[in-house]
């Protein structure tokens, strides 16, 4: 893992490109295409705290990562100071940095009292950051990824509260917990940003890179966190309008090196391609079931092959996990993806609505 200082990061750019947390999609192998693709900062999914704190089984399920994959920050739900706190000091030697949850608008989550639940309890979130604060290393990130409260007024009192309890940096989605598609609120990201000394990173509809160099200069936040924007495209950052066929190439190339399972392998190019396919095209590519199918796909329709080795990484030797044992990266096999997108084929914009997900 390189040392990096995520403050440090933020000072060197105009704004750094980030690509967000996704629950099933921001994993180790994902990650790595991002980075080699113009990502400067990679956030891992979700991990639910209290299970990754007892479980060795869930640790070695949900996190994986290698020397490539830094800078990184870990994101966990907890609704507990404890469960926090344990966590991050889990993942200090494999990261750089954590982030609390406090934006996922779930009802799961809103009832069992995570992600965008928290933001009713500011209190706690304050006391979550102070006292992982005070058991990190100075330099290690400690961040929380929010959304927008009523009132302005209400979120910059809260994203100061928690400025003071330590936060290296924050991150809004310009969206309130009961917003889903409506347009991000831009004036609100201005307004948060100037009343912070700490950066802060706008989230909400950053799908191209002169996207978000606009909303950079509307805002003047110091970074451009993209979710379905990446999964669409992930050289985005790069100012390709499409994924290049290169990007294609490596994300074949990386995968299958790590071992990838075949839905998260295959839901990915899914995504990649949902612009550059014909219609027909995609019904066809989607409804495949096998590595060997999608390869002999490409092949012939894009003169795509696997080029073994070519990513410099293999999963018997790159692959680290936070514990003793070294496992292979497992992925469950996304019921989202399985009752919407393969079933219907007329589907015409899958990632519209792959917010409905997590949104
Ligand atoms: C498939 C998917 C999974 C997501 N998982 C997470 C997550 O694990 N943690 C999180 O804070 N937000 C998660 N989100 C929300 C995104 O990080 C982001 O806040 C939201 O999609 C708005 O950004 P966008 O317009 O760039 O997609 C997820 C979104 C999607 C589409």
Redesign the pocket.
């Known amino acids: 893992m390189v040392n990096a200082d995520i403050l440090d990061l933020f000072q060197e750019k105009d704004f750094l490109r980030i690509c ?7 994993k180790l192998p994902f990650r790595i295409l991002a980075k080699r693709n113009g990502c400067d900062l990679c ?1 891992s ?2 991990i639910m705290a209290d299970s990754f704190v007892q479980s060795a089984k869930a640790r070695r399920n949900e996190f994986t990562t290698c020397t490539e994959d830094s800078p990184l920050i870990v ?1 966990f739900a907890a609704n507990s100071v404890s469960d926090f706190v344990n966590a991050a000091e889990i993942v200090v030697p494999f990261s750089n940095g954590v982030d609390l ?1 406090c ?2 608008p779930q009802r799961w989550a809103m009832k069992e009292g995570y992600g965008a639940h928290l933001l009713t309890k500011p209190e706690i979130i304050h006391d979550m950051v102070r006292q992982v604060r005070n058991r990190v290393p100075e330099h290690y990130s400690v961040s929380v ?1 929010i959304r927008l409260l009523e009132e302005d007024r209400k979120t910059i009192e809260l994203a100061r509260s928690l400025e003071f309890a330590g936060v290296t940096f924050l991150t809004l ?1 310009a969206r309130t917990t009961q917003e889903r598609h409506s347009p991000i609120h831009e004036d609100s990201l201005r307004e948060v940003c100037q009343s912070l000394k700490v950066p802060l990173v706008a ?5 191209s890179l002169k996207g978000a160099e606009r909303l950079h200069a509307e805002t003047g936040c110091k970074g451009m ?7 669409s495209n992930p050289a985005m950052f790069r100012g390709y309008p499409t994924t290049p066929l290169t990007c294609v190439q490596d994300w074949i190339n990386i995968s299958l090196d790590l071992e990838t399972i075949f839905n998260c392998f295959h839901h990915h190019l899914v995504f990649m391609m949902e612009h550059i396919m014909p219609k027909e095209e995609r019904r066809i590519f989607n409804s495949l079931k096998t590595k060997s199918a999608v390869l002999e796909f490409l092949e012939k329709n894009y003169g795509i092959t696997y080029e073994p080795g070519k990513s410099g990484l293999s999963s018997a030797n790159d692959i680290i996990i936070c514990d003793k044992s070294s496992v292979r990266e497992e992925m469950s096999a996304g019921a989202f993806f399985e009752t919407t997108v393969q079933k219907d084929e007329s589907y015409d914009d899958t990632l519209d609505s ?2 409905g ?3």
């Open positions: 967000a947390p996704m629950v099933r999609y921001s956030y999914p979700m994101q949850n934006g996922c990824k989605h989230n909400g509809d950053v799908k966190m993209a979710a379905r924007g990446m999964l792959l917010g997900l997590y949104n």
